[in-house]
């Protein structure tokens, strides 16, 4: 018998950012029940036994692995499959490869009878959320890729470093794509309501060293990647704290992969900015006010985007 507050999420890639992901869940006791697919299905045999295991001291959960029909009655598929990215690959260049893995996942799935909401974290992040809109005929709103969420922490794990603050209280932002392209919008930045710029100023914080952050952000992957083979712990946590706002309906402003209508001037695409999030899943942009060079940045960022997604989905119909 499923009752009201019952809430299910369905995990699509049981590798090292899926696995990190369901012990997440495990840990904050989100979701009653909780289901596993994966190619290689022992595997996800093996971690659901392993779960089960925490809910002594967490929060009872019904964990196992399942298959996509699984998905009918779930609230939230979360697709984490794909192949990883190598030393010295970018993230869009695993465009094509994952492109393919996707579109074999997310048909099976609508077939199911889901009608939750989406949330993508293969890479390139925000290609691929697209391309599961376009696959899925769902709703935008439906669709939210985890976008910036990564990057977001990096850098304000960074600055409440160099300012010393806890990072909860950094208001900051990176944009873009959550790739090569992506930027940190410093001017509307701020911690308890004072602009950053004035914060860094007052501590003798140059706009040199604020690029140098803004630059360590975005190579941390490859830095970690570089060290222990691949990321997973961090883009985990802001997976569940995603789940988290859809299943309890928050309202969160959350930095993710959202569908623009219009906003910063951008149509059809799925790109990194700050955006509320609720049960509906997307309901609605946080149009932050650029500068015009940001602006232009935005910009920059969502043409690298489109070309590489349509030259991927012109690929994938050969």
Same mark, same amino acid.
């Given at each position: ?17 899926? *696995? *990190? ?13 909780? &289901? ?13 036994l392993? #779960?089960?295991?925490?809910? &002594?001291?967490?929060?009872p ?7 996509y ?16 990215q ?17 579109? *074999? ?6 077939? *199911? ?30 669709v ?10 990096? #850098? ?8 010393? &603050? ?24 701020? &911690? ?46 802001c ?11 928050e ?9 623009l ?41 969502a ?9 991927? #989905? ?5």
């Open positions: 018998m499923t009752t009201k507050n019952h809430q299910k999420v369905v995990l699509v890639g049981d590798g090292a950012v899926g *696995s *990190s992901y369901a012990y997440s869940m495990m840990n904050q006791g989100i979701a009653e029940e909780f &289901v596993i697919v994966d190619v290689i299905k022992e595997r996800t045999e093996g971690d659901a392993d #779960l089960e295991d925490a809910q &002594v001291f967490t929060a959960k019904k964990v196992y692995s399942g298959d029909s699984d998905a009918k009655d779930a609230d939230v598929v979360v697709i984490t499959a794909g192949a990883p190598k030393p010295g690959e970018t993230r869009l260049d695993l465009v094509n490869k994952n492109l393919k893995i996707l579109s *074999s996942i997310v048909k099976p799935i609508v077939d *199911s009878g889901f009608d939750g909401i989406f949330v993508v974290a293969a890479n390139p992040v925000d290609i691929l959320t697209y391309a599961t809109w376009k696959f899925s005929g769902f709703p935008k709103e439906k939210i890729g985890s976008g910036t969420s990564l990057d977001t922490a990096r #850098l304000r794990v960074a600055l409440a470093k160099k300012i010393d &603050v806890d990072p909860r209280d950094v208001n900051a932002y990176i944009m873009g794509e959550h790739g090569d392209s992506e930027f940190a919008a410093f001017d509307e930045a701020s &911690v308890a309501g004072k602009p950053l710029k004035t914060i860094a100023k007052e501590k003798g914080i140059s706009d040199d060293d604020l690029a140098k952050i803004e630059d360590d952000t975005r190579n941390k992957a490859y830095e970690i990647i570089n060290r222990k083979g691949a990321t997973f712990y961090g883009v985990a946590t997976l569940m704290r995603i789940t988290r706002a859809i299943l309890r309906d309202n969160a402003v959350l930095p993710i992969g959202a569908a209508n219009g906003e910063y001037g951008l149509n059809d695409i799925f790109i990194g900015t700050p955006a509320i999030v609720n049960a509906s899943g997307l309901a609605g942009v946080v149009e932050l006010p650029l500068s015009a060079k940001e602006k232009d940045l935005m910009a920059k960022s043409e690298t985007l489109k070309k590489v997604t349509a030259d991927g #989905l012109a690929n994938l119909n050969k």
